[in-house]
């Protein structure tokens, strides 16, 4: 293909938010009132697809979701981003929450990169944030946390005793994501390296969703009161002494269904167009 006769069109590698749709940022509103195609992820509020886009556009479903055979491999991802901006078209790949915190975008950048075709990074609410100021739990606050720390612990064997032993011990507040299969695991672990008792652990299922619910347990209760515990996905853990803020400052009240507010990987391939 001769690229200097056709017009390449442009990608806009946009976050979504946690899950309500207010969360959007205006500028990636902006972009999906004018995009031609749509390559979204499975953790984007079915909200934003169906009230936010052009009725007129593509919107293709790439979600993935853990142990699910169904999930679409990231190379698949990368050729369609590239395969509908060579076409002229402008295209909004809309991850969850922020575009940069434990998404695949380095993927994508190195494909459009070397197929020379122009990109534009939009930031978003990352669940981290969204989680928190939804559970009332201010991350940093004074007297509390200096300082916080993303995390994911998909595989809690990984990592050596030091860097545990440091986890165990370190002030900062600690935010896991992808991590609520393996919690009891990575709170055993904890405790076994010594955490202290006045850490506390909040579990946020569903976060900034209608169907948000939240539990806090001191750490060293949780395998007591919670262990073998199954958390509706997507659910996000902090851990430290803010999370025991949450018990004083919850605003939202937690919901009694245990629906799940995103649909499955095959569910959302059959509500979009593919």
């Known amino acids: ?3 200097d006769s056709i017009h390449i069109g442009k990608v806009i590698l946009a976050g979504a938010g946690p899950g309500d749709p207010e969360l959007l940022t205006l500028k990636t509103l902006r ?26 556009a593509l919107i293709i479903s790439v979600g993935k979701q853990y142990h699910n ?10 050729q369609l981003l590239v395969t509908h901006a060579l076409e ?3 295209v909004v790949r809309l991850k969850g929450g922020d575009v940069s915190i434990f998404s695949n975008v380095l993927d ?16 978003g609410v990352t669940a981290a944030l969204g989680a928190a100021a939804y559970a009332g739990i201010p991350l940093t606050a004074r007297g509390y946390a200096a300082s916080v720390r993303f995390l994911t612990s998909y ?16 002030p900062d507040t600690l935010v896991f994501y992808m991590s609520s299969a393996p919690l009891d695991q990575l709170v055993h672990r904890l405790a076994k390296e010594g955490i202290a008792e006045d850490r506390w652990i909040a579990v946020i299922e569903q976060a900034t969703t209608p169907l948000q619910r939240v539990s806090s347990w001191p750490v060293h209760q949780y395998l007591a009161a919670a262990a073998g515990s199954e958390y509706a996905s997507p659910t996000l853990v902090i851990l430290g002494r803010v999370a025991a803020l949450h018990s004083s400052f919850q605003w939202l009240a937690n919901s009694r269904s245990r629906e799940q507010y995103f649909p499955s990987v095959q569910e959302q391939k059959k509500i979009v167009v593919c």
């Open 69 to 78: 055979n169904a999930s679409t491999p990231q190379s698949v991802i990368s």
């Open 155 to 170: 595989q809690p064997d990984a990592g050596d005793e030091k860097y545990w032993h440091e986890l165990a011990h370190t």
């Open 88 to 90: 002229g078209r402008l």
């Open 1 to 3: 293909m001769n690229l």
């Open 31 to 56: 972009y999906l009132q004018q995009a031609d195609v749509v390559v979204a992820d499975r953790l984007v509020s079915p909200d934003i697809l169906a009230e936010y886009t052009r009725p007129d």
């Open 108 to 123: 994508e950048l190195e494909t459009l990169s070397s197929h020379g075709i122009p990109y534009e990074l939009v930031p």
